[in-house]
């Protein structure tokens, strides 16, 4: 990283990275949904498991509106 003088940062946004510093070392949220940050592929399953009827229940319609 190159070196800044006082002249290029000022204080405050010296301020401001170093707060960004602290808070990158521990994030309050590792990402996912709060399905207990398990990660993908559960809450993919998880998905799948609330559109999938969805999608049925889509194609039912279409096909019955196609048939008349």
């Known amino acids: 990283m190159p070196k800044f003088t ?3 940062i ?5 301020d ?7 808070w990158a070392k521990s994030p309050h949220h590792p990402g996912g949904w709060g399905i207990n940050f ?3 592929i559960p809450e ?12 049925i229940g889509c ?5 019955r509106r196609l048939k008349a």
């Open 59 to 63: 194609c039912l319609v279409l096909g």
């Open 44 to 55: 993919g399953l998880v998905t799948w498991f609330l559109v999938l009827p969805v999608l």
């Open 10 to 14: 000022s204080n405050r946004q010296l």
């Open 16 to 22: 401001s990275i170093v707060r960004y510093v602290l």
């Open 38 to 40: 398990l990660g993908p």
């Open 6 to 8: 006082e002249k290029d």
